[in-house]
């Protein structure tokens, strides 16, 4: 009951707040449009709402926070050359046509191409 005491506490939070107005417009907009481009719907909108009726203080937080993760992401993959984002969706790019395919996957989805193992992968 605790725990979900402390998840309830975390709800008047308004920087968590700000985040979920991030995801209901990221889960709406996604509909419609591919996830790229509403990642950015979602993050201006909600920063505009938040803007416009609250603290602007908790917006520039957020921003703050949006943009370390950014950083953090970045740099693992450069000094690293490690993706993080394909790695949390369990994904690898081909080494010859650098499309996204499963980690465990033998034969590429999109060219056929046939990864001798599972660390065979695109370069870049
Ligand atoms: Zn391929």
Known sequence: MEALQSVLSLLNEPIVQFFIWVA??????????????????????????????????????????????FVVILVVKNVFNLNVVLLLKGKKRCPMCCEEAYRKAKICPHCHYKFASEADECET
């Open 24 to 69: 209901v417009l990221f889960v709406i907009a996604n509909i419609f449009v591919e996830r790229r481009l509403s990642f950015w719907i979602s993050s201006v909108g909600a920063t505009y709402f938040w803007l416009k009726n609250q603290d602007p203080v908790v917006a520039l937080k957020a921003w703050l926070v949006v943009l370390s993760v």
